[in-house]
């Protein structure tokens, strides 16, 4: 664990470091170098600049956001079990994304600009880190034996678990996460005719102190008829094998095509979570 915190530290330093190289960078750019966003006013006091002027004196205001994936996998390396499994492993989860949280807040002190903890899904890293581990390090039992790291704080997508538990793990990391963060649950079809159900879960949200969730169902379109349901290979109501689907997967909603093959992977990969 010593080890693990020391690389952790050297690894965030690191950003924090680039972050503010590049922020340094940014900060010599002028108002006409972005005549929309500044020379329009839109950004938080530019609209007191004049176009010669350096923009530093306002992209002060905005975040330096340091991401993490793969706190599941990081858990299997260090104790066997994820957090959803096991409660000192959540127990560990936590301390770790506190510890992050803490660097994050110091990194704010440090430069005096505003560091922040990003919960992400990592698109196109997800897919392409885990490839470079698979390379370095072999094919690891939980770990590097999918297509895939899991995004953020989550609880791996295949995991079998319950919509209140998985909820009740995840919940604790959104006040450690101050950049951004999201939580869902995936349901086997939309909750149109049980709406206490869909009610119940929002409630348990809030309580769980999320400040970003879903609920996830299948929307599948027919684009011959336009009829709406869930399908497998074809329509039910023309036959047509011209279906739409879209679904969440990375906090906003896109048709399933329009994902990478690693995010497409972690699609198949989900489990639908009971009440």
């Known amino acids: 664990m010593e080890t693990f915190y020391q690389e952790l530290e050297k690894v965030m330093t690191l950003a924090a470091r680039q972050l503010y190289h590049r922020y340094r960078i940014q900060a010599r750019l002028k108002v006409k170098d972005m005549p929309f966003l500044m020379g329009q006013g839109l950004y938080l006091d530019s609209e007191n600049l004049k176009s010669d002027d350096y923009i530093a004196q306002v992209i002060k205001h905005g975040t330096l956001s340091i991401g993490f994936i793969g706190l ?3 858990l299997i390396c260090l104790t066997g079990q994820h957090h959803g499994e ?3 492993a959540q127990r560990l989860g936590l301390e770790i994304v506190s510890f992050m949280r803490k660097m994050t807040d110091n990194f704010c002190d440090e430069y005096d600009l505003n560091y922040t903890l990003l919960a992400t899904p990592a698109e196109g890293l997800s897919g392409r880190f885990v490839t470079i581990d698979r390379r370095r390090f072999g094919v690891i039992s939980g770990v590097t034996d ?3 790291y899991t995004n953020s704080f989550h609880v791996p997508v295949h995991y079998e678990i319950s919509t209140f538990d998985k909820i009740r793990i995840e919940g604790p990391y959104h006040r450690l996460t101050n950049a951004g963060h999201i939580s869902y649950v995936e349901l086997q079809s939309p909750p149109i005719h049980n709406l ?3 009610e119940a ?3 348990q949200m809030a309580i769980s102190d999320m400040g970003y969730a879903g609920i996830n169902f299948p929307i599948d379109e027919c684009l011959s008829c336009f ?3 869930i399908m497998e290979d074809e329509c039910p109501s023309c036959g047509s094998t011209q ?3 879209i679904r969440r997967i990375t906090g906003y909603l896109s048709t399933v095509d329009r994902f990478n ?3 497409q992977a972690e699609l198949r990969d989900r489990v639908k979570h009971q009440m």
Do not use: F, N, Q
Request: hydrophobic share 30%; aromatic share 8%; no cysteine.
């Open 72 to 74: 599941a996998e990081a």
């Open 86 to 88: 096991d409660p000192s």
């Open 146 to 148: 999918r297509e895939y």
């Open 196 to 198: 206490e159900a869909y």
């Open 201 to 203: 879960i929002l409630r």
């Open 227 to 229: 009829h709406h349901g």
């Open 243 to 245: 279906i739409r689907r």
């Open 261 to 263: 093959d690693a995010k």
